[in-house]
């Protein structure tokens, strides 16, 4: 809001008669501390350059029939060239790696499985029109929760975001729903503190969603996270770890032009819940190793280190996002398939005290 005369239109609650209307009220009138809305101004960014240039996948147990609760183990150990191109120094914040057989980019798809689903997804708006009115004030409330039946119902994890306060703009939730029906999509609006359904009567400014992909045998999954951080080295699953950042630790800035060889490294387990199935039956992933072709898909998160003083209520945007997808061709040694293009017959890695970085050393 700009003045306290401004008018604005929106939803109050009737807490006497347990309805939602629609009534033209002055900010004023309000009488509430209201949050201002935010406003993003585009900055510098830096899309880091990023190339796997080594990779070993030794497996363990092989020929170990894959179930529920056995099969083989895939020991994994990636290097990725890291490159700051810009003329910015900028902090890596997050890397994700995976390899699998085939990898797609599904953005634009919608994803087909058999039976029924939903998937969904919520965010801020400065403001919406509605039925024709423009509505840009709300009182924040935890993102909607639906039940089997597609019922908007209390939140099994409500009770982690109790907060409640007036904000300019407006929060909205797209989902998608498929089922015999076919694939539907629906979009709810917070007014007020009640999620109502507006498909087809809103009119709103959503930002376009970020990639997604898929896979069809997954070999390895890891993401780093690069953070100061007093939780341990992981966040209770084999797929995430910690790299702690600041004083005394990995130092996650990167000068212009500097390069960097990372390392990603873990365990995955193959079993009956993370393989693909298909017409032919399971897809094996050691089968897919043996191949010796795979593709891997390259994701890191970097941020420009710069003044974010851009005036009042206003935040300088300095992210970028950077992904490549890899197709590498893999030479077996024993029960190891490996992908080399920076070691000699004469070097090999030297890891660093953090567990993050490595080092091109000559053998002893």
Same mark, same amino acid.
């Given at each position: 809001m700009k003045t306290a005369a401004k008018i604005i239109v929106c939803l109050i609650l009737s807490v006497s008669i347990g309805i939602v209307a629609a009534t033209p009220l002055l900010v004023s009138e309000l009488n509430l501390n209201i949050r201002p809305w935010i406003t993003h101004v585009? $900055?510098?960014?830096? *899309?880091?350059?990023?190339? %796997?240039?080594?990779?070993?996948?030794? !497996? +363990?147990?092989?020929d170990t029939p894959i179930t529920q609760t056995d099969g083989p183990t895939i020991d994994y150990y990636a290097v990725v060239n890291v490159t700051n191109p810009s003329d910015y120094t900028a902090l890596l914040f997050l890397m994700n790696f995976w390899a699998d057989q085939n990898i797609r980019n599904t953005t634009e798809?919608?994803?087909?499985?058999?039976?029924?689903?939903?998937?969904? $997804?919520?965010?801020? *708006?400065?403001?919406?029109? %509605?039925?024709?009115?423009?509505?840009? !004030? +709300?009182?924040h409330s935890p993102s909607p929760y639906f039940d089997e039946n597609?019922?908007?119902?209390?939140?099994?994890?409500?009770?982690?975001?109790?907060?409640?306060?007036?904000?300019?703009?407006?929060?909205?939730?797209?989902?998608?729903?498929?089922n015999d029906a076919g694939t539907n999509s629906y979009i709810y609006l917070n007014m007020n503190g009640t999620w109502v359904d507006v498909t087809g009567r809103i009119t709103i400014d959503i930002p376009e969603d970020g990639s997604s992909y898929s896979g069809s045998a997954i070999i390895a999954e890891q993401q780093i996270c690069y953070q100061i951080s007093e939780t341990g080295d992981n966040y209770g699953d084999s797929t995430t770890k910690v790299v702690h950042i600041g004083d005394d630790a990995f130092d996650n800035h990167f000068a212009p032009g500097e390069s960097r060889l990372l390392v990603i490294s873990g365990s995955w387990d193959a079993r009956l819940d993370c393989v693909a199935l298909t017409e032919d039956g399971y897809i094996n992933p050691v089968d897919v190793i043996r191949s010796g072709?795979?593709?891997?898909?390259?994701?890191?998160?970097?941020?420009?280190?710069?003044?974010?003083?851009?005036?009042?209520?206003?935040?300088?945007?300095?992210?970028?996002?950077?992904?490549?997808?890899?197709?590498?061709?893999?030479?077996?040694?024993?029960?190891?398939?490996?992908?080399?293009?920076?070691?000699?017959?004469?070097?090999?890695?030297?890891?660093?005290q953090y567990g993050a970085e490595v080092f091109i050393r000559p053998r002893s």
């Open positions: 585009q $900055g510098p960014t830096a *899309a880091f350059n990023i190339d %796997v240039v080594y990779a070993d996948f030794t !497996i +363990t147990n092989p798809q919608r994803p087909i499985f058999d039976g029924a689903w939903s998937s969904g $997804g919520g965010g801020t *708006a400065e403001g919406a029109w %509605v039925d024709g009115i423009w509505y840009n !004030i +709300t009182l597609g019922t908007i119902t209390q939140s099994p994890w409500a009770y982690l975001d109790q907060k409640e306060y007036w904000m300019e703009g407006v929060e909205y939730y797209k989902r998608t729903v498929h072709i795979i593709q891997t898909l390259l994701r890191v998160h970097t941020d420009v280190d710069v003044n974010r003083d851009v005036g009042t209520n206003a935040f300088l945007d300095t992210w970028a996002t950077t992904e490549v997808i890899k197709q590498l061709v893999l030479t077996q040694i024993g029960n190891s398939y490996i992908y080399n293009t920076c070691l000699s017959d004469d070097q090999m890695f030297q890891l660093d």
